[in-house]
Structure formats: structure tokens, C-alpha cells
């Protein structure tokens, strides 16, 4: 029976979630390809080139399909940090559903981090604009479109500055996360972790 690779990377902002860059764009950003030398992986799901966070790369067409498909309702936790302070309703409209391009989102949890998240300074820094201050939202989605949260809190008029995937949930107990990974590094899964994926 083949054993499968499981790698968690925490991509850093401005990196593609893909080893090759064939675009006119290529000499202004990174691939994984500077990170991760491994061969026959292929990211689960995708983060946005101004994203950062948790990446898993697999060869398991299974569990690839299984974390992607939003039918089987893996959560995935993000920390966005958006202009200005969104109120309860605000937080309420995210849990309950928003409508992007005449689809309405799946039920969310949203809620508002008292304290800004203990993170590494992103590279460039999100630009602030006087006056007009920020907060965090810890925001649990189980389906992942085009720049979801980006477009979810832009309905709230509540701007995303900046976005880390914090954590995907293979079962209530057991989450894949960004602790104790610097930034651009790579890990593989523990024994507990591969058991669970691999049971999904």
C-alpha cells in the first residue's frame, strides 16, 4: 500500500500556490518552488497570492478531493484583519450567510478577537490609512470560493487588509494549524495528524 506525503507549509504573502509561473508577472512573486522541493505534490485548495497561512500539499487525490469538496464540511479558520470594528449585526450577517454574485454563502462563525492575534509582520505591511482604525475577526468557513472572505467582509464595509489561514479541521479534536511553523517553513504531519487525514 502506497504511503501518501502530507507537507504543511505556511505560505508567506506574495507566493502562488503552484510550483510554476508561466505569467508576464512571474519576476514580481515566488512559487512554492523556492520552499518546497518534493516531487508529486499539489496544494489542497488554494490561497490567494495576498494571502498567508496554512498550506497542505498531498499526493492523495482522495483526501484532496475530500478537503476540497464543500459537501464534507471541513472547517477552515482564518484571521482576517478588516477596517474599522464590525458591530454584532455585522458578525451576525457573516454567520448567517451573505449574498456574493446572487449565491449566498453557507452559515459561517464569526467572531471578534479581543486581541490582535500574535503573528509575524507581513512583508510589506498592509497599508493603515489615518484615522481609521482595524480589528480582527476569527472567521470559520466549511466552503472555499474565488476571494470568499475578502468578498464576505467587503459586504459588511468592513475591508480585508490582511488574511492568514489559521487552522483546517480534519475532526472536531484534531486541526492542522499554523502553531509552531515560522513562515516559509514546511512540516510533515504527525503520526495522530496522518492517521486522522487518512481517515476522513
Known amino acids: 500500500m502506497k504511503k501518501y506525503t502530507y507537507i504543511l507549509f505556511y505560505k508567506p504573502y506574495n507566493v502562488l500556490c503552484q510550483f510554476t509561473d508561466d505569467s508576464p508577472h512571474a519576476s514580481e512573486r515566488e512559487t512554492l518552488k523556492k520552499y518546497i522541493d518534493i516531487p508529486d505534490i499539489y496544494s489542497v485548495g488554494r490561497l490567494d497570492l495576498d494571502s498567508e497561512g496554512l498550506l497542505l500539499l498531498t499526493d492523495n487525490p ?6 476540497c469538496d464543500p459537501s464534507f464540511a471541513h472547517p477552515r479558520i482564518y484571521w482576517v484583519q478588516v477596517e474599522n470594528i464590525p ?5 451576525k450577517q457573516l454567520e448567517n450567510g451573505v449574498t456574493i454574485k446572487g449565491k449566498k454563502t453557507k452559515k459561517a462563525i ?5 486581541n490582535e492575534p500574535k503573528l509575524p509582520p507581513r ?3 498592509i497599508r493603515y490609512r489615518k484615522n481609521i482604525p482595524t480589528s480582527w475577526i476569527e472567521l470559520t468557513l466549511t466552503e472555499g470560493r474565488n476571494r470568499q472572505v475578502r468578498k464576505m467582509t467587503a459586504s459588511i464595509n468592513h475591508p480585508t ?14 486541526q492542522l494549524t499554523i502553531d509552531n511553523l515560522d513562515v516559509g517553513q514546511i512540516r510533515e504531519l504527525t503520526p495522530q495528524e496522518r492517521q486522522a487525514i487518512e481517515s476522513i
Open 87 to 91: 458591530s454584532s449585526d455585522s458578525l
Open 62 to 67: 482522495r483526501v484532496k478531493h475530500r478537503l
Open 110 to 114: 464569526a467572531l471578534k478577537l479581543e
Open 123 to 125: 512583508n510589506p505591511p
Open 161 to 174: 487588509l490582511r488574511l492568514v489561514r489559521k487552522a483546517i479541521a480534519l475532526t472536531p479534536q484534531i
